[in-house]
């Protein structure tokens, strides 16, 4: 049998591919594709480390304050973003109170609004919790707490701010004075005498009240520290979650432009967590500083 390939099925030295050069052309094919990947993978790299610097310079304290256009201040050793947004919020109250607010005419509008929050808080958080002489006596701190805070939240939601209340720090010098009420200001209304016997419960045993005493005294502490980690731990996930999501339109792009509706939603949710969280704080701190003051209730 003849071993001569039949026309048309065999193949010419000049169509034989040079191994070599395949090899070649393959390696450069990869290292092409390697470095696109490297290229894209480190872009995406760059907008994750954008958007992480962006959602911590918004929670985070810092020295340096981002504006929009990437505009960078530069902040002074004494004072730090967070502390500078205190210096706002106080500067902001304080103007809106001895200049807007006038409790010699008719209140109408922005007036109107904070005489209902004013007559809210003092009737509805102190009085019920502090009774009618301590609630008017006091309603100027819970006021303090409740405006104070409220603006820090809502400061908070405007980009080129930051989160104070989102910084244990702020929220815990808060609780102190709450604690400090609690403890000072029952013995000055009650004497040493009456701050003690707030933890020692009547009609209870002796071998009872050994143990049950330490954890009415530590019992004060542990309602200051709730004050603060609740405060603090609401502000802080509520905007990394909100930022986050808006940031994943600046990582994905036009495909993320549905969670933009989830981003307007959670913006929603947190401008009444808000007024809750500010609500919420002053009601416990009238309630654990009431505790303290009338035990016998």
């Known amino acids: ?58 929670v985070a304290n810092s020295y340096e304050w981002h504006l929009p256009f990437g505009v960078h201040i530069n902040l002074p050793p004494w004072l730090s973003l967070h502390a500078l947004m205190l210096v706002i919020v106080s500067t902001a109250l304080v103007a809106l109170f001895s200049m807007l607010y006038r409790r010699d005419r008719v209140p109408s509008g922005l007036t109107n609004l904070l005489e209902t929050l004013i007559v809210f808080v003092r009737d509805d958080i102190c009085i019920p919790n502090l009774g009618k002489e301590d609630g008017r006596r006091l309603a100027p701190l819970i006021l303090t707490f409740f405006f104070f805070i409220l603006g820090l939240n809502l400061i908070g939601l405007i980009p080129i701010f930051a989160t104070a209340t989102g910084n244990v720090n702020v929220t815990g010098a808060l609780a102190l004075i709450t604690l400090s009420m609690m ?115």
């Open 1 to 58: 049998m003849s071993n001569v390939a039949a026309p048309g099925h065999g193949h010419s030295p000049a169509e034989i591919a040079d191994p070599h050069a395949a090899l070649e052309a393959g390696a450069d094919a990869a290292q092409a594709a390697v470095g696109h990947a490297a290229e894209h993978l480190a872009v995406e790299v760059d907008k994750g480390a954008a958007l992480t610097e962006y959602v911590l310079g918004h």
């Open 183 to 297: 403890i000072f200001g029952a013995i000055l209304k009650n004497g040493i005498g009456g701050f003690i016997g707030t933890f020692i419960p009547h009609g209870v045993p002796l071998p009872v009240l050994v143990i049950l005493t330490p954890i009415e005294f530590i019992g004060i502490f542990i309602k200051a520290f709730a004050l603060m980690i609740r405060l603090f731990a609401n502000l802080l996930a509520g905007h990394i979650a909100l930022f986050c999501i808006i940031g994943l339109l600046y990582v994905v792009g036009i495909a993320a432009l549905p969670a933009l509706g989830m981003a307007v939603g959670i913006y929603c949710l947190e401008i009444f967590v808000a007024f809750l969280q500010a609500y919420v704080f002053s009601l416990l701190s009238a309630m654990f500083i009431g505790m303290m003051l009338h035990p016998e209730h």
